[in-house]
């Protein structure tokens, strides 16, 4: 006979990849075997080299796992994030070997847990519950032989006040990962929305820009407000190949945008958003990066033609803010252009009110 359980309690549990097939009677007997767990902002599961003394499944907000790097062992890496229904630790509850990598609670939430003695009885107990343990390691190991990288169904989100949007992204390339992934701010709107097909951004949005560049102006800097979240079972955008240009494997792309980013900061104090800078000749002689030949020239047709500021350019080109900064910087080093704030052609109180009213228009605007 079932149990009445208010509606919805069990629904984490059927999202679960290991309990998704049994029996409702089976699933009943689990929940009661096991707990709650309410945790606090930054709350830790466990730790490395704990015992796994306990089986856990996500019932609401989003789990960090995370071990020491490579190289330096003070570092800590997140190697993925769990959200509502997948779980942590079934194999350690047959092997019994200790955690070799923690887990916390960023923004806090709760984990439904069971302990491994409770796990153990009831696979003595179920045998539908130890067939689907075993038909699902056996497709991981499959998996992992074949390297076929079988996608399953995977879900989280959170508030970007928790998390390192650079830890999730990595996240979602190193797990190769299908999916769209979309970061608001605080009010619901929009801010960026990109598309990953195994690992590997095939699509892009972050304001006015697409592709390659949209996914480097994200880190520039990366929004530290507002909520990201990633769904598995998005639809997968139409073929643009023209917003496809520019991409690289996702890790290749990460590495870039992280190196742009602190290039990027070295660039700002050089060049003010408000100026309005003149060119000091007719025809462009530029001596920097050939990669960079069409932007400048772009550059240097709207100085000479509409004198934009520095913000205006970063509304209208369809570049990132480090690579605008990157020619605007040759362009003053090699003195073929100068602010009009430092050779007195503008009026200084023109300037001003021009400067508030252009920087009014952009407030909010990535990187800025």
Same mark, same amino acid.
């Given at each position: 006979?079932?149990?009445?359980?208010?509606?919805?309690?069990?629904?984490?549990?059927?999202?679960?990849?290991?309990?998704? !097939?049994?029996? #409702? %009677?089976?699933?009943? @007997?689990?929940?009661? $075997? /096991?707990?709650? *767990?309410?945790?606090?902002?930054?709350?830790?599961?466990?730790?490395?080299?704990?015992?796994?003394?306990?089986?856990?499944?996500?019932?609401?907000?989003?789990?960090?796992?995370?071990?020491?790097?490579?190289? !330096?062992?003070? #570092? %800590?890496?997140?190697? @993925?994030?769990?959200? $509502? /229904?997948?779980? *942590?630790?079934?194999?350690?509850?047959?092997?019994?070997?200790?955690?070799?990598?923690?887990?916390?609670?960023?923004?806090?939430?709760?984990?439904?847990?069971?302990?491994?003695?409770?796990?153990?009885?009831?696979?003595?107990?179920?045998?539908?519950?130890?067939?689907?343990?075993?038909?699902?390691?056996?497709?991981?190991?499959?998996?992992?032989?074949?390297?076929?990288?079988?996608?399953?169904?995977?879900?989280?989100?959170?508030?970007?006040?928790?998390?390192?949007?650079?830890?999730?992204?990595?996240?979602?390339?190193?797990?190769?990962?299908?999916?769209?992934?979309?970061?608001?701010?605080?009010?619901?709107?929009?801010?960026?929305?990109?598309?990953?097909?195994?690992?590997?951004?095939?699509?892009?949005?972050?304001?006015?820009?697409?592709?390659?560049?949209?996914?480097?102006?994200?880190?520039?800097?990366?929004?530290?407000?507002?909520?990201?979240?990633?769904?598995?079972?998005?639809?997968?955008?139409?073929?643009?190949?023209?917003?496809?240009?520019?991409?690289?494997?996702?890790?290749?792309?990460?590495?870039?945008?992280?190196?742009?980013?602190?290039?990027?900061?070295?660039?700002?104090?050089?060049?003010?958003?408000?100026?309005?800078?003149?060119?000091?000749?007719?025809?462009?002689?530029?001596?920097?990066?050939?990669?960079?030949?069409?932007?400048?020239?772009?550059?240097?047709?709207?100085?000479?033609?509409?004198?934009?500021?520095?913000?205006?350019?970063?509304?209208?080109?369809?570049?990132?803010?480090?690579?605008?900064?990157?020619?605007?910087?040759?362009?003053?080093?090699?003195?073929?252009?100068?602010?009009?704030?430092?050779?007195?052609?503008?009026?200084?109180?023109?300037?001003?009110?021009?400067?508030?009213?252009?920087?009014?228009?952009?407030?909010?605007?990535?990187?800025?």
């Amino acid at each position: 006979m079932f149990e009445a359980f208010p509606e919805g309690e069990l629904d984490f549990l059927r999202d679960c990849e290991l309990f998704s !097939d049994l029996s #409702e %009677k089976t699933l009943q @007997a689990i929940f009661k $075997r /096991g707990r709650i *767990v309410k945790l606090e902002p930054g709350q830790e599961l466990f730790s490395l080299e704990s015992p796994a003394d306990n089986f856990y499944v996500v019932k609401s907000g989003v789990v960090e796992i995370w071990r020491h790097g490579d190289t !330096d062992p003070d #570092e %800590k890496v997140s190697v @993925a994030f769990l959200g $509502r /229904g997948e779980s *942590v630790g079934e194999m350690r509850m047959l092997t019994g070997s200790p955690h070799s990598s923690a887990a916390r609670a960023p923004e806090g939430g709760e984990v439904f847990e069971l302990p491994q003695r409770s796990f153990r009885g009831i696979l003595e107990t179920f045998p539908e519950f130890a067939i689907r343990l075993c038909h699902l390691f056996a497709e991981r190991l499959e998996s992992t032989v074949k390297n076929l990288g079988v996608q399953r169904k995977r879900q989280f989100h959170g508030h970007l006040k928790y998390f390192d949007l650079a830890s999730v992204i990595q996240t979602i390339v190193v797990s190769r990962m299908t999916g769209k992934l979309i970061v608001t701010d605080d009010f619901g709107n929009n801010y960026a929305e990109m598309y990953f097909n195994l690992g590997n951004c095939c699509t892009a949005h972050v304001g006015h820009l697409r592709g390659a560049q949209a996914f480097y102006q994200l880190f520039q800097p990366p929004p530290v407000e507002g909520l990201f979240d990633f769904k598995s079972d998005a639809t997968p955008p139409e073929f643009d190949p023209e917003e496809e240009e520019g991409f690289q494997p996702g890790m290749n792309m990460l590495m870039e945008a992280i190196r742009m980013q602190d290039e990027l900061e070295t660039f700002r104090p050089e060049i003010k958003i408000e100026d309005i800078y003149q060119p000091q000749g007719e025809e462009l002689r530029w001596e920097g990066e050939e990669a960079y030949v069409v932007l400048a020239n772009d550059i240097w047709y709207r100085l000479h033609k509409e004198q934009p500021t520095v913000v205006q350019l970063m509304q209208e080109v369809p570049y990132c803010h480090y690579n605008i900064y990157y020619v605007l910087v040759k362009l003053k080093n090699t003195r073929q252009i100068l602010s009009s704030m430092d050779s007195g052609a503008w009026p200084l109180e023109s300037v001003g009110i021009r400067a508030a009213f252009q920087l009014d228009d952009v407030e909010g605007e990535p990187g800025e």
